[in-house]
Nanobody, 123 residues
Framework: QVQLVESGGGLVQAGGALRLTCSASGRTLSSATMAWFRQAPGKEREFVAIIRSGGTRDYAESVKGRFTISRDNAKNTVYLQMSSLKPEDMAVYYC?????????????????WGQGTQVTVSS
């Protein structure tokens, strides 16, 4: 049974930076498409960033140029480096894995999810 655990969330001032980590156990992530999603209070969960098994990446328009997704297959870990944070980035951030490696940003493509980590941005 695969388990994804996010960490690295917290409170940061606007303009600051955080690095989120998603650590996996129970299954290797090397062939999986990995993504980060987020859900702000009162809003639906939305796509943030994706990294495919071959290394290609895509981002939501709202985070392009500020966020970077990366992976370390040797550590079975995925990261989300967030910089120039804005109050509108405040949300619970979720890591997700698609072990079928389809490379989609659609939420229904993902078959494993972490519990989420809270990111709070103060203005």
């Amino acid at each position: 049974q695969v388990q994804l655990v996010e960490s690295g969330g917290g409170l940061v001032q606007a303009g600051g930076a955080l690095r989120l980590t998603c650590s996996a156990s129970g299954r290797t992530l090397s062939s999986a498409t990995m993504a980060w999603f987020r859900q702000a209070p009162g809003k639906e969960r939305e796509f943030v960033a994706i990294i495919r098994s071959g290394g290609t990446r895509d981002y939501a328009e709202s985070v392009k140029g500020r966020f970077t997704i990366s992976r370390d297959n040797a550590k079975n870990t995925v990261y989300l480096q967030m910089s120039s944070l804005k109050p509108e980035d405040m949300a619970v951030y979720y890591c997700a894995a698609d072990f079928r490696g389809r490379g989609s940003w659609r939420q229904d493509a993902y078959n494993a999810w972490g519990q989420g980590t809270q990111v709070t941005v103060s203005s």
